[in-house]
Structures are given as structure tokens and as C-alpha cells.
């Protein structure tokens, strides 16, 4: 029998505790949390996020201050404002909203962001403070997978975790924080010769493929956990995971849903890591 890990739930409680945190935080510090939403351009998918960024803001008593830039910004007009609001002492978290438009460098503006400020836990300092099990801002999507696991007392030490992709906003920081939980952990990948066989093996699976319904029920072992990553739209234009969730789920002890899984815990991530990056500056 399996049990489905609820990550709307668990975003909603997560995200009553980070606002009494918040709130404190106001009270002792005497002054708010600020997180800074840089977007550019009208991208649609882009708005959305940001869109509910400020809405989660909102909702834990975050101050969102949102740029919104046209699409034909300059890079330098860019770069001057994400400076400013890194020297911006009411500013806690910066996060720029990706993709940029095509004629701007993405990384040299996310190098202006500094180590403690980078909310997103996207650079370069943050991934490498996390591959060495040191304090750092961890990427959100991951990081709400490990609390998803947690808040079932589901075990990770000496477990055969197999990670599903590589990137470094999903998978790469995932396989980190799995061997820093002493998992045992192999990353999965397109060039993989044999994912049914690295899937077999694993007690738990996390799926950041970008396939629809692409782990199906075979891959899987009798009661291993499956976390699903990934957010597609099946041939009906539905929204769907990368795992075959009907056929899956019969065979896990604990399995992640699509909508309702990881996808709740991404945003709720983002304001726990804003709240954590200004409690560290006080
Ligand atoms: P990505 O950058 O496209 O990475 C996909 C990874 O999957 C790559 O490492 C790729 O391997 C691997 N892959 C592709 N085809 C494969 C195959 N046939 N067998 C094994 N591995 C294969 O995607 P991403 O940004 O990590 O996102 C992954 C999924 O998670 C997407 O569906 C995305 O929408 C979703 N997502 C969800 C959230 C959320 O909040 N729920 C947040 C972020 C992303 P190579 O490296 O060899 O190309």
C-alpha cells in the first residue's frame, strides 16, 4: 500500500511557520524581509512565476520589491540594478527571474549577486559551499524534496538513492544533498546505458527528466519511494510528472503526485531560504 507524500500540504504548513519566523524577525530586528524579483522581458511562463513569488511574499509577510524590465534592457542597465540591490541593505534575496531574453549574459549578471543574497542557490559559491556539506543557500526544488522526505521520517542513510537527471538547477544539487543525508547515490543521465537496471536497484528515485509518464511501473521496485520532479503535459494537454503515476504508485511505499507534489514546495523554498538569508545577516 502506498502512501502519496502531499507537498501542497506540507508547502502550506511550511509556509504558516516561515511567516511566525518572519514575524518575529520583525519584531526583534525592527525592520522587514525584502526580496528582490528582477524580470525581463514578457514571457509568459516568467510572468506566472514571478507572479506567484510576490504572491508567496505576501503570504509569509515578505517585502517583494519586483523590477520589471522590458524586453530590449541592456545589459549594463541589467547589471546596474542587480548591483544596487546587492549593496541594497533592506534587500535579503535577490533572485533574477530565468531565462533572460537571448541577448543578455545571464552569467555575468548572476555573478553579481552576492554568495549570501542568492536566494535561488544558484551560483557558483552556493553549489560549491553544498558539494563540500557546508552552510550555503540551497537550490529550492531539492530542498523541498529533502524536507518531502523528512516530513515522512523517511530514511536516507545507507539507502540507494538514484537521481534522474543532471542539471545544475535539479538534479546536480539533488545527488549533493542526497550524499550529504548519506544516501548512496548514482546520477542517471541521457547518455546512461542501462536506466531500467539503475532504477531497479534504487529505494528511492527522483525524477527531474522532463518526460512525460517516462518512469513506468517495470523501472521500479516493490516498495521503493519516488519523488517526481518533473512538470510536462501528457497528450491531452494535462498536467503530468515524469513518472507513470497510475501505474507506478501501486508499486512504492511513499510517491510524489503531479500537481500537488514537489512543484508546491519550489516557492515555499524560496521564502525559506529568504527568511534563513536574513536571519544569517540579522
Ligand atoms: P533539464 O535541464 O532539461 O535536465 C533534464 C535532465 O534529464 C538532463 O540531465 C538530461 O540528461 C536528463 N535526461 C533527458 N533525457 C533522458 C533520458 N532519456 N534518460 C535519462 N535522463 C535523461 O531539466 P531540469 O531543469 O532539471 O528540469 C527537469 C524537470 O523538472 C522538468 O520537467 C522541469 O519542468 C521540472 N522542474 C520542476 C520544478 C518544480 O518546481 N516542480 C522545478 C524545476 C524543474 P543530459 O544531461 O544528458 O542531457
Redesign the pocket.
Known amino acids: 500500500m502506498y502512501e502519496i507524500i502531499d507537498g501542497k500540504q506540507l508547502a502550506a504548513q511550511m509556509r504558516v511557520e516561515i511567516g511566525q519566523n518572519v514575524k518575529k524577525f520583525k519584531e526583534t530586528h525592527g525592520r522587514e524581509i525584502g526580496l528582490a524579483v528582477v524580470l525581463v522581458g514578457d514571457d509568459n511562463a516568467s510572468q506566472v512565476y514571478v507572479r506567484n513569488k510576490v504572491k508567496a511574499c505576501e503570504e509569509v509577510g515578505v517585502k517583494s520589491l519586483a523590477y520589471y524590465l522590458p524586453a530590449e534592457t541592456q545589459q549594463e542597465e541589467l547589471e546596474s540594478l542587480v548591483s544596487s540591490l546587492a549593496a541594497d541593505k533592506a534587500v535579503d534575496g535577490i533572485l533574477v527571474q530565468l531565462p533572460l531574453p537571448k541577448h543578455l549574459d545571464s552569467e555575468r549578471v548572476l555573478k553579481l549577486i552576492p554568495t549570501e543574497k542568492d536566494v535561488d542557490g544558484f551560483s557558483a559559491e552556493n553549489i560549491g559551499k553544498l558539494a563540500m556539506n557546508t552552510e550555503c543557500l540551497v537550490a ?2 531539492p530542498n ?1 524534496v529533502m524536507k518531502m522526505l523528512e516530513s515522512k521520517n523517511i530514511s536516507t542513510k545507507g539507502k540507494k538513492a538514484v537521481v ?4 545544475n ?3 546536480r544539487p539533488m545527488a549533493l544533498l542526497l550524499i550529504n543525508a548519506d544516501a548512496t547515490v548514482t546520477v ?5 546505458k542501462d ?1 531500467k537496471k539503475e532504477c531497479l536497484e534504487a529505494d528511492i528515485i527522483v525524477a ?4 512525460a509518464k ?1 518512469i513506468t511501473a517495470d523501472m521500479v521496485k516493490e516498495g521503493a519511494v519516488v519523488i517526481d ?4 503535459r501528457d497528450e491531452n494537454g494535462k498536467l503530468c510528472g ?1 513518472v507513470d503515476y497510475e501505474n507506478v504508485k501501486e508499486k512504492c511505499s511513499y510517491i510524489t503526485p503531479v500537481p500537488g ?3 508546491p ?2 516557492i515555499t523554498m524560496l521564502m525559506y531560504n529568504t527568511y534563513v538569508a536574513a536571519a544569517r545577516r540579522g
Open positions: 529550492c526544488t523541498g534522474i537527471g543532471r542539471s538547477i535539479v538534479g542517471c543521465h541521457s547518455k546512461t536506466l527531474a527528466i522532463g518526460k517516462f520532479v518533473g512538470m510536462n515524469d507534489g514537489v512543484g514546495m519550489t
